[in-house]
């Protein structure tokens, strides 16, 4: 049981340049999310999803995109990278919307030149 | 709204200080209050939740209370280690924002030996 697993662990993009974050769970967890953590801004929601083929915005999903294709998979995608996306990126599951302790993923740092 | 205010950091201490981090929070009728811990360079993990008023969370030595009347939940420990470095977070979940996490920004603990 790996639990949540995020690949890559750091990645260096150019402005421009697009790439998918990569998020898995082995929980069979109906509900997965992806969060950035900034410096003094805390963990901010970019999106959510509640179960394959449902997805929806968080508080900043601009310049990112979703799919959920499957239970397993949630996949972050940057379209066109900007410097303001330098952050570290966390996937996180649980067993539903509604369930109360979330699990997550170690994380994948990002830095946007 | 929903809110999660904590004391900034970064708190510094001695191993086998007594550690209090203050939360407070702002939430419409009876949310449920976590604290999460995040390790240095790794993702973040339920340390303990309350439930309803005047439940005491606890685990691994750490202690926090869910006081309704004055909207706190202040995270303790007795005697903390050098392994309790880290980065701690007060967060919410309320039926009215359907159980999205509400997180504070997060206090660094940094313990000396």
């Known amino acids: 049981n790996a639990g949540v697993t995020q690949t890559p662990k750091f990645q260096v993009l150019k402005t421009g340049q697009s790439m998918t974050l990569q998020c898995a769970q082995d929980?069979?967890?109906?509900?997965m999310s992806w969060y950035r953590q900034d410096p003094g801004m805390g963990l901010r929601l970019i999106h959510y999803?509640?179960?394959?083929?449902?997805?929806d915005q968080g508080e900043v999903p601009n310049g990112y995109n979703v799919s959920r294709s499957t239970t397993e998979d949630f996949p972050l995608r940057l379209l066109s990278a900007a410097p303001s996306q330098t952050s570290v990126y966390f996937c996180a599951s649980s067993y539903s919307a509604s369930a109360e302790t979330q699990y997550f993923g170690p994380g994948t740092r990002l830095l946007v030149l | 709204g929903n809110s999660v205010t904590q004391m900034e950091g970064p708190v510094t201490l001695s191993e086998e200080a007594f550690l209090t981090i203050n939360c407070t929070y702002t939430a419409t009728g009876y949310p449920s209050l976590f604290w999460y811990v995040q390790y240095p360079g790794e993702g973040l993990q339920l340390l303990l939740k309350a439930t309803k008023a005047d439940d005491k969370g606890s685990n691994k030595g750490f202690e926090a209370t869910y006081r309704k009347e004055t909207t706190s939940f202040h995270l303790e420990k007795g005697s903390v280690q050098v392994s309790d470095s880290a980065v701690y977070f007060c967060?919410?979940?309320?039926?009215?924002?359907?159980?999205?996490?509400?997180w504070g920004l997060g206090t660094s603990l940094a313990v000396n030996p």
């Open positions: 967060a919410l979940t309320n039926a009215g924002n359907n159980r999205k996490l509400i």
């Open positions: 929980m069979n967890h109906e509900y």
């Open positions: 999803s509640v179960g394959a083929g449902i997805t």
